[in-house]
């Protein structure tokens, strides 16, 4: 028997909704309060519930009041500006540190990837350069460290990913206009929008013209829920009903089904499917070489730093190595025909992989194995995991986030008496001390070396020398 939870949302979700419904499951407010203090920002918020009214039903009204900042909690259908900002590594940095249980702390932190993922790709920057302004205020870390910690406080069974077996009707659109700190907002708003894209959500309008869903409440089911749609077949064993702040003309209430259900009546095909960060090609700071980040001047409701794109010829200052947050995926494996390796490498790369790589390692009853890593953007995940289980015998990886540093760098073509050739170029440059970047590595792409070496019967050798002295002359200056 496997323990999983449906969220019906007939008038959207937020943060503080996911709170309320699992506190009124009988997760202890206490609980919460204890391990919420382990971020360290015990005397910033103060947990407030109560049972309220909605169209004559009773539900749970969580409120998290943000003491320090003299602001009470933005509620789910309104924004408000707070004074406080972070950025993803220091939110994550916060929930590494406070020793929560090892499933709260994973989901915690995959929500707001999640969420930075979505927002730098609304304003077109990395997520680790997103000014985490609303979502990013103590309230919203309260909800989505306190959402993981209640889920994981009632037990729900995980899949083969690590992730709780959580499934999610569709949701309501809701509709007009709401204040934002940088202005009028159409509903939905922009980062909601980018989370049902990025998960191809299902949605439709119940005619309530109001924000229903907020960018925690999206984050947060976009993240952890498996399918979205109709409740999975499971047996009923209670319902947490958490309210929102407004009366509206359906009663305002989350209602999280927790339920029980076999194994075989869910199907393997949903118990296998991944949906721990959808794979999102267009939108993330990473390896792509070409791939610049317009200053956008238009925002949803964050402040931000602007992105600095590999613009060819651009000696402008530009800062110091970049911090961004990876994924590093790893399985052990001893039963694998070799022959199987080379050709998962190609399909690890060819969907967006940042590196593979394996290691010969000792296993159990004496069985030479191999250790394989991979190398990805967190929002890869889901994809590099499938392959992986599709093309390899583990049945199990693990995954973790790693901060990693990374030069700039830009593609440059070089000429030469055989053609053009791609050289990488790699610098980084010290802002205090000098406006010209210094350049720290040049590398001729080896495909075209390789090929110019098979074309003209040359060592391979001999043309990348010839590619690097090209790169010298043509920027050397008098």
Known sequence: MSKLIYLQCPTGISGDMCLGALVNLGVPV???????????IDGEFRLQVEVVQRNGQAATKVNVDVRELNHTHHHEH???????????????????????????????????HQLAVAEGAVHGIAPEKVHFHEVGAVDAIVDIVGTCLGLDWLGIDTTPQGLPMIYCSAFPTGGGIVR?????????????????????????????????????????????????????PMRIK?????????????????????????AK??????????????????????????????????HDHHHHHHSHGDQEHDHSPKPSPEEETIAVLETQIDDLNPQAIGYLFDRLFAAGALDVFTQAIGMKKSRPGFLLTVICRPSDI???????????????????FQQRTRLHREIQQVPTEYGLISVKVAWQNHQKTSKIPTITNIQPEYEDCAKIARDHNLPWREVHRIALQSWYNHNTHA
């Open 265 to 298: 009546e869910l199907g393997t095909t949903t118990l296998n499917h991944t949906t721990h960060h959808t794979h999102d090609h267009h939108h993330i700071h990473g390896e792509q070489k070409h791939h610049n980040f317009p200053n956008h001047h238009t």
């Open 180 to 232: 934002a700190a940088h202005g009028l907002m159409p509903v939905p708003v922009p980062a909601v929008l980018k989370l049902w894209e990025m998960r191809g959500c299902q949605v439709y309008s119940n005619g309530i013209d109001r924000e229903l869903v907020t960018p925690t409440g999206a984050a947060i089911a976009t993240t952890l829920a498996q399918e979205f749609g109709s409740p999975p």
């Open 382 to 400: 889901s994809l590099c995991e499938d392959i992986l289980f599709q093309e390899t015998t583990t049945i199990g990886i693990r995954h973790s």
């Open 30 to 40: 206490d609980y919460l309060r204890e391990n919420l203090y382990r971020l360290g």
């Open 78 to 112: 309104y924004h408000h500006h707070h004074g406080g900002t972070r950025h993803l590594p220091e939110i994550a940095t916060m929930i590494r540190n406070a020793k929560l249980p090892p499933q709260a702390e994973a989901w915690s932190l995959a929500v707001f």
């Open 238 to 262: 209670q319902i947490g009903l958490g309210a929102g702040s407004l009366n509206l003309p359906l009663p305002n209430i989350l209602r999280m089904w927790l339920g029980v259900t076999d």
